[in-house]
């Protein structure tokens, strides 16, 4: 299994955006995406997103680490 980088918050924005996220809405620290077919995500936007919750995130809109790294 490939390890995820650390990554900060609006990092991970930017690959999601590249993926067809789009940013709906920020409130405080945390950033809400969304992607017509996919689930909506909640973000925060952090200095350093913990690698447990970056695999998290990914888990829940359905994409593979791998994909995710390819962006």
């Avoid at 980088?5 to 924005?13: F, H, K, N, T, Y």
């Avoid at 993926?19 to 973000?43: A, D, E, F, M, N």
């Amino acid at each position: 299994m490939t390890q995820l980088p650390l990554l900060s918050g609006r990092q991970v924005v930017k690959i999601l955006e590249k993926i067809g996220y789009r940013v709906i809405r920020q409130r405080g620290s945390h950033i809400r995406l969304s992607c017509p077919g996919r689930k909506s995500v909640t973000v925060p936007n952090y200095r350093i997103i913990d690698r447990s919750l970056l695999k998290k995130l990914l888990r829940d809109i359905e994409i593979e680490p791998r994909e995710f790294l390819n962006w």
